[in-house]
């Protein structure tokens, strides 16, 4: 078993490691040096509390999408469609925010919205377990391709009834301050909104593995022929797992509209549903190692755009370290079972001899 | 109309590419979930290799070769490391966004004005594209229009009609019957997925070189999941990703059509982009997939200790 | 001495979590025919595999016609004559049994009309009755098998392989086997098959290889030898076996399980289940012999609650069950062990103590405050591993590293607690080693001693026979007759699971 465990950590680390590694080298394309990039890269993210905090701040939503995907994923489903999950809960979240903030106190208007985003993110994600359950419908594709419907929602939304005053870009009026999430550390961006990802990822974790209903879920997950001969109703179960991913992923919208931008830009956060698949694969699919894969990653989106401010490296850089650490996590993955079935296998061999 | 018939025909070519290239990888057991990705790094590699070059020969033997190695890749991970083919896939898509960003940069630096090379000039068919009507829809296109086309009734002959495709068709159904049989499954898988990976390179250059003549990170947008999406409504069969291309083209082209008369002022833009997502949710839940390969998506794993 | 046909020398074999060869050597000769017997996991399949080059040996050579050979694949193993049929077959359902056969032996345009003649004709040589347009998933298994056979008839073979190739058969079917066997070897050819089966060793094998662990621990001509013997060298000990006259209680009459003219249709139309009646007394155990796939799994099925009949009614003590769901039906008692345990009965990559909690997630017992109640549910975990001595280091251990008669245990000590009134058993036997064949007899006789209720569905006649109150034999998802032990001889039974209804068994067996 503690073999098992450094194994885990070692291959991990050297995943992440590998995959910095080699996007250095892509660096050299560029004739910049990978090293004094990447000492920009560290010390950037720690040269103040504003750019330290901000590592918490990028991490928070992608806490949210990649407990919505391992959630399904603990169930064998695959909900691929957080980015447009993301989306409906940020158009939910700026909407009820700009109606209610000026016909109720701050903080029951937020707490309005969190509930409506939450709601109407989760029936968004649920219909997906809908159609899985009713008409075991590809929930793979299903998802994949609401993020598009999803997209294209907020992208006519943000032209028509909720287009700014101004009318000038396809964004919405800056929200009130009386509904904006509270700041955990003044001078920073860092909100309560980081609390609440941190609060879901045990609750996620609590939930999963020490609650009936969790272990049911991933009864059916790993077997669902089995759980289904034990009297689980699998199919109440992916519509729930879709509900509470679908509502997960909606969350880091209602974070990112009323923490951080405190309004709903057009093509915002494009790539956090994606980003989010990426952590909970690096964190095999467990709540809490999503909170420090969110971390890293967040560190990595802040260092790269300083990066990208202070040298003339492009903030491109950040996905492709990204996908670089994801294809070499992967490939941890099959190292770990490899040296898993050596070490047997030696033991075996010296066992007979 | 005539128009917006060949213009169907015409946007159908990479769906059909695409969609071609993932019945031949899945009938063989490997769903090519890095399709998104090889379509990207396909239009990346044509655009870059065309403008480069000066000719559009080279940009597509590029984007094959680009396709070829992304897809060696995938098929390394998935095939002889067994791993899990969505989440692999989903990796080398991110890694896909990241390298043709950086690249783009590396290579081009930022541009002032968008790089453009001719896209790809139409051949009309001497004699044929006479033909009042159907002349002008069917032979008045693009040589990988005519091509494409002509590959799909040769896709269904192989696959169906010879023993290589009774190979790779029982290596998606019972793969342990190909191993008994001496033949490497493996290898069968693998090469399906290379040439998948070719004909999804040669889709994703149709956008950047074949008719817009530029690229850009979001010029896919999702075209590699319909394509996808394609080869399961399709059944996994030549005959159904003809069908349904034909369908999703149309629906493409009726969408570019609407903004072209300034359909627009009656209904929402934003509509008619949907409209080829929105059909692919309402198929999926509507079509009961038949026939689907019984051993899609699990890895041959031999030694079963 | 002539040289032999194929010869094995110092095989062995590692895998991950087991040996699976240990210096395996052994030849076999032109016109013999070899028996490979050992019990399930004694390495029979694996040392097979390696000669098909299937697998590769980590140690050893093999030999044809006194010169070493490199067995590679199973395209070298082909281009030397040697054909294998897998325990499980390698066809692929969706397909015709022509494309079945040419799969990999044929190149090319493919001229469905030629090598359908081709292999009509190839059938018609050997007496086969296989229709080469037939698609193999509407094949009953009998001729799954034929195909099968006809594969490597096609590839010219010389040496035929077969694992465990009456497993499936009905006794005359398994008889026809033996006698192509037979055939085939005296044209010069030799064939190998593998099983545990004393009987069928006895009555066709010229030479037997007895495989123990991993190891050859007998080469022994069958005039040299019988059954005893064999089974001595095969299991290594002495094995007390469990008697039913041990148990000399008469069961009560009372009956509990009543199932009444149940007849379930698949979704094409056809029945899996026709009109069957059964009733399982207090302390009564009813034995449903025949043939695997004539509706054992619907039977257990409607029973448990996964499907439900057409029509007809199922009664527990009384009380109409019949539109009760698997959940409700676990309340009510009935406890469920199910044939395919790793499909249907565990979750392998969950914990001993989590397998235990699966069919009674819902129960509040085993909850403290909404929560999983973890130490009340690893001290009974602890308690049933003791009783049941289950090999494991903990009770957080994954079931999928344990070997199949322990994860088999940790089923039969859910299903026995589970099934208070009634437990059903679907092959609780197979593919387990005799020691753990004789615990769960032991258990299942014991729980019959409690006054519950019990199905046994075996395709092991002599299980049930040992094992059985009543016996019913089911075919084609009929009950062709229910009869007391004492009433049946092998001889008949094997009628009745060929669907000869009882009158004609009468004059034929008699």
């Not at chain 1, 995959?19 to 990447?38: D, K, Q, R, Y």
């Not at chain 1, 699919?285 to 040298?311: C, E, R, Y």
């Not at chain 2, 559009?56 to 098929?75: M, Q």
Request: overall charge positive; aromatic content about 10%; hydrophobic content about 50%.
């Amino acid at each position: 078993m503690q073999a098992k465990i450094r194994d885990l950590i070692i291959t991990n680390l050297l995943a992440i490691v590998l995959g910095i590694v080699s996007s250095g080298i892509m660096l050299l394309f560029l004739g910049e040096n990978p090293v004094s990039a990447f000492t920009i890269l560290i010390t950037s993210v720690v040269r103040d509390v504003y750019t330290f905090a901000d590592i918490f701040v990028k991490a928070t939503p992608l806490m949210f999408t990649a407990l919505s995907f391992a959630f399904t994923y603990k169930a064998n489903l695959y909900n691929i469609g957080a980015q447009g999950q993301f989306y409906i809960g940020a158009i939910i979240a700026v909407a009820s925010s700009l109606y209610l903030q000026d016909i109720l106190p701050g903080w029951l208007a937020l707490l309005i919205t969190l509930i409506l985003t939450l709601l109407g993110s989760g029936l968004w994600g649920g219909f997906i377990g809908f159609v899985k359950a009713r008409y075991n419908s590809n929930e793979f594709l299903i998802s994949m391709m609401s993020t598009y419907v999803a997209l294209a929602i907020m992208n006519y939304l943000l032209r028509t009834f909720l287009m700014e005053t101004k009318a000038e870009y396809p964004q919405t009026d800056a929200l009130a301050n009386s509904v904006w999430l509270p700041r955990i550390i003044p001078g920073t961006r860092l909100h309560v909104g980081f609390i609440l990802a941190l609060l879901s990822c045990i609750g996620v974790w609590v939930l999963l593995y020490k609650t009936p209903l969790g272990y049911r879920i991933r009864a059916v997950g790993y077997n669902a022929r089995a759980a289904k001969m034990s009297g689980i109703d699998a199919k109440k179960l992916y519509i729930l797992a879709f509900c509470i991913s679908g509502a997960l992923a909606g969350a880091a919208g209602f974070t990112e509209v009323n923490g951080v931008q405190h309004m709903l830009v057009q093509g915002f956060n494009p790539d956090i549903g994606a980003a989010g698949i990426g952590i909970a694969i690096l964190a095999n699919g467990n709540p809490i190692g999503i909170i420090f894969a969110s971390i890293l990653f967040g560190a990595l989106k802040v260092g790269g755009t300083i990066m990208g401010q202070m040298s003339a490296i492009p903030s491109s850089i950040i996905e492709l370290m990204q996908g670089f650490v994801m294809v070499f996590v992967i490939l941890a993955y099959f190292v770990r079972s490899w040296l898993e079935n050596n070490r047997e296998k030696r033991k075996l061999q010296k066992a007979v001899v | 109309m005539v128009n917006l018939l060949s213009r169907t025909i015409m946007m159908g070519t990479p769906l059909l590419f695409g969609a071609l290239a993932e019945v031949i990888a899945e009938r063989a057991g490997t769903m090519v979930t890095a399709i998104e990705g090889i379509f990207l790094i396909g239009a990346w590699a044509g655009f870059v290799g065309s403008f480069l070059s000066g000719s559009l020969t080279i940009g597509f033997l590029t984007a094959i070769l680009s396709g070829i190695l992304v897809a060696a890749l995938y098929g390394w991970i998935c095939i002889y490391l067994k791993q899990h083919q969505v989440v692999t896939g989903t990796a080398i898509n991110i890694l896909a966004v990241g390298l043709c960003a950086f690249l783009y940069r590396v290579i081009f630096g930022v541009p002032i004005t968008p790089l453009t090379v001719n896209p790809l000039p139409t051949i009309p068919i001497p004699l044929l594209s006479k033909i009042p009507i159907i002349g002008e829809i069917l032979f008045e296109q693009n040589i990988l229009t005519y091509i494409i086309y002509l590959l799909a009734p040769l896709a269904y002959f192989l696959l169906y009609k010879t023993s290589l495709g009774l190979t790779v068709r029982s290596a998606g159904e019972n793969p342990e019957a190909v191993d008994v049989a001496g033949i490497n499954v493996y290898l069968v898988r693998f090469l399906t997925v290379l040439l998948a990976g070719a004909m999804g390179g040669v889709a994703g250059a149709f956008y950047s070189i074949g008719f817009l003549g530029m690229f850009a990170t979001n010029i896919i947008g999702g075209r590699g999941w319909i394509a996808f999406a394609i080869c399961f409504l399709g059944n996994w069969n030549p005959k159904g990703a003809v069908a349904g291309t034909l369908a999703f083209g149309f629906a493409e082209a009726i969408a570019i059509y609407m903004q072209s008369i300034g359909a627009n002022s009656f209904f929402p833009n934003e509509l008619f982009i949907a409209i080829p997502y929105i059909m692919t949710i309402v198929l999926t839940i509507s079509r009961k997939s038949f026939n689907v390969p019984a051993k899609l998506g699990i890895p041959y794993v031999k030694e079963n200790y | 001495m002539e040289t032999a046909f194929f010869e094995l020398r110092g095989i062995s074999k590692y895998f991950a979590k087991v040996v699976a060869n240990k210096d395996v050597s052994f030849s076999i000769r032109r016109g013999e025919v070899l028996a490979l017997l050992g019990e399930n996991g004694a390495g029979k399949s694996t040392v097979m595999k390696i000669l098909y080059g299937l697998y590769r040996a980590d140690e050893g050579q093999i030999f044809k016609d006194g010169k070493e050979v490199k067995i590679q694949s199973p395209k070298d193993a082909m281009k030397l004559g040697i054909s294998m049929i897998q325990q499980h077959f390698s066809l692929v359902p969706a397909h015709t049994v022509t494309e079945n056969i040419i799969l990999g032996n044929v190149g090319g345009v493919i001229d469905q009309k030629l090598y359908q003649e081709e292999i009509k004709k190839l059938a018609g040589v050997y007496g086969f009755n296989v229709n080469p347009n037939d698609y193999v998933r509407d094949l009953e298994v009998g001729v799954q098998q034929k195909v099968e056979i006809l594969k490597a008839l096609y590839q010219k073979a010389s040496l035929l392989i077969m694992d465990e190739p009456t497993a499936v058969l009905t006794p005359q079917e398994a008889q026809n086997l033996m006698e192509f066997i037979r055939n085939f070897a005296a044209q010069g050819n030799a064939v190998i098959f593998i099983t545990h089966k004393l009987k069928e060793v006895m009555s066709v094998a010229d030479r037997i290889i007895v495989m123990r662990a991993g190891k050859v621990c007998g080469d022994v001509k069958r005039s040299e030898t019988n059954e005893v013997e064999l089974s001595k060298l095969m299991i290594g000990k002495d094995l007390e076996q469990v008697r039913r006259d041990e148990l000399k209680a008469k069961p009560a009459q009372k009956p509990r399980l009543i199932i009444e003219k149940v007849t379930l249709e698949e979704q094409t139309g056809v029945p899996a289940l026709k009109n069957i009646s059964l009733a399982v007394g207090q302390g009564e155990i009813l034995g449903i012999a025949g043939v695997s796939g004539n509706g054992q799994q619907e039977l257990c099925e409607i029973i448990c609650g996964a499907q439900f009949p057409s029509s007809g009614r199922i009664l527990l003590d009384g009380e109409d069950i019949t539109n009760k769901d698997i959940r409700a039906r676990i309340e009510a008692g009935i406890g469920y062990v199910p044939a395919d345990r790793s499909r249907d009965g565990m979750v392998m990559e969950m914990s001993i103590a989590e397998n235990m909690l699966l069919k009674s997630s819902f129960d509040k017992k085993w909850q403290n405050r909404g929560f999983i109640d973890q130490r009340k549910l690893n001290a009974y975990t602890q308690e049933q591993i003791k009783e049941y001595s289950i090999k494991t280091p903990s009770t957080e251990a994954m079931v999928r590293g344990l070997s199949g008669g322990n994860q088999q245990k940790v089923i039969l000590a859910r299903e026995v607690d589970n099934g208070e009134k009634v437990i059903i058993f679907d092959q609780p036997t197979r593919g387990l080693d005799l020691g753990a064949v004789n615990h769960i007899h032991k258990v299942i006789l014991k729980e019959r001693a409690k006054g519950k209720s019990i199905v046994l569905v075996s395709t092991e006649l002599s299980e049930i026979f040992a094992l059985s109150d009543k016996i019913a034999v089911l075919y084609k998802g009929e009950i062709q007759g229910i009869f007391e032990p004492a009433e049946l001889t092998t001889e008949k039974i094997g009628l009745l699971m060929a669907g000869f209804k009882i009158g004609e068994v009468r004059e034929d067996a008699s």
